[in-house]
């Protein structure tokens, strides 16, 4: 299972150098509006240091790293759901990804010219969610058209309570959410499509109820000399979204970092006082806002991480690995990676007592190792 986390902005914020690092990639990041015109999509590897751990226990013959799929969207500009810029095809990226990373600049440069010409990150935000609301008010306008249709006909029809009561409480969502985008409450759509959800309805997609989080993308020096707290646009992320939602990072430097080698990297970052990569915090807190954990299968041939949705029990999980182990499940020796790596190898864990047998209702926990029996 690999992520799909779109990056999104306005131009000249620095997300195709950030695309550049997160894949290790050359796309185009030149100096004007709309220099990516078709959405680059490519993976990358999730760090994980467990997994390098097992692979030494093991004594396995290779890694396998769970992926996050990354697509870079050309920047939007303000009437892109009319058609501006190059127009509403990249509302239709937008929708297909799973987690949307808007990319919001705050560094000042005059060398790098700025669609609005003022630096000013929140203002950047909101035209971008205007533009997805703008696109959403077109699609929720049309779905209430036709679900008002199908109540009307329905009632003539007599069609059961259940159906009807169904209809009825989508036509609700619908009227509610269509009233917040009028109003441009992007957080209450967002938590309109989320009780939607819990109450078991399926609305049609919405870009503006998409979950995102915030790259504030900062200038060289500041976040060299973790200086970039006292940045005034940074501090105005944080006060509007949080410090868990909002991740700082230089993308020129990542982009650097990205080209050299594992060693050569780390002797930069010493260099620069970076004690770690904004990269891994983007990483991980994809992982976390999309609610997915990692298992692990390890062995002398390979050391497998595996992503998956928190809560999915391990016959599910098993058909990650492949369909014929799901099908055929009988039960999993679990263990988790803490364990093993505490005890040393495989032996010691045994004789601790930690590994166990599971059945198919098991729900599998961040970091378990697993050991699929089957028969098919």
Request: charged share 20%; hydrophobic share 40%; with cysteine.
């Amino acid at each position: 299972m690999a992520i799909q986390a779109g990056l999104v902005g306005l131009p000249n914020v620095g997300k195709s150098t950030l695309f550049n690092a997160l894949t290790k990639s050359s796309i185009p990041a030149e100096n004007y509006p709309f220099c990516t015109v078709d959405p680059n999509i490519a993976i990358t590897y999730v760090p994980d240091e467990r997994l390098t751990r097992l692979a030494e226990i093991f004594k396995s013959q290779k890694t396998l790293p769970t992926s996050v799929k990354f697509v870079d969207i050309a920047g939007l500009v303000k009437g892109a759901a009319e058609g501006e810029g190059l127009g509403n095809q990249f509302l239709g990226h937008i929708m297909d990804v799973d987690l949307v990373l808007h990319v919001l600049r705050c560094f000042e440069d005059a060398n790098i010219t700025h669609v609005h010409n003022t630096i000013n990150p929140i203002s950047d935000f909101e035209t971008i969610c205007a533009e997805l609301m703008l696109k959403d008010l077109e699609s929720v306008s049309k779905k209430e058209e036709r679900v008002q249709a199908l109540i009307k006909s329905a009632k003539n029809k007599q069609a059961t309570p259940q159906q009807i009561k169904e209809w009825e409480l989508e036509l609700h969502y619908l009227t509610t959410i269509k009233a917040a985008l009028n109003a441009a409450d992007y957080t209450k759509v967002q938590a309109l499509v989320q009780q939607a959800k819990a109450e078991g309805l399926l609305l049609i997609p919405l870009l503006s109820g998409k979950n995102f989080l915030i790259v504030a993308n900062l200038a060289e020096d500041e976040y060299m000399g973790n200086t970039f707290a006292s940045n005034q646009h940074y501090q105005a992320l944080l006060a509007k979204f949080g410090a868990e939602r909002v991740i700082p990072v230089s993308a020129k430097i990542e982009a650097e970092l990205a080209q050299l080698d594992e060693a050569e990297s780390k002797e930069m970052m010493a260099s620069l006082g970076i004690t770690h990569r904004g990269l891994e915090d983007i990483i991980n807190k994809a992982y976390s806002y999309l609610g997915l954990i990692t298992f692990f299968t390890c062995g002398p041939k390979e050391a497998h991480a595996w992503s998956i949705k928190k809560g999915i029990n391990v016959q599910r999980a098993a058909g990650e690995i492949h369909s014929d182990l799901e099908r055929g499940f009988i039960c999993a020796e679990v263990y988790n990676c803490t364990d093993i790596i505490a005890a040393g190898s495989e032996a010691n864990l045994r004789t601790s007592g930690k590994l166990r047998t599971e059945g198919k209702e098991y729900i599998v926990q961040d970091g378990d190792l697993l050991n699929i029996r089957f028969n098919v």
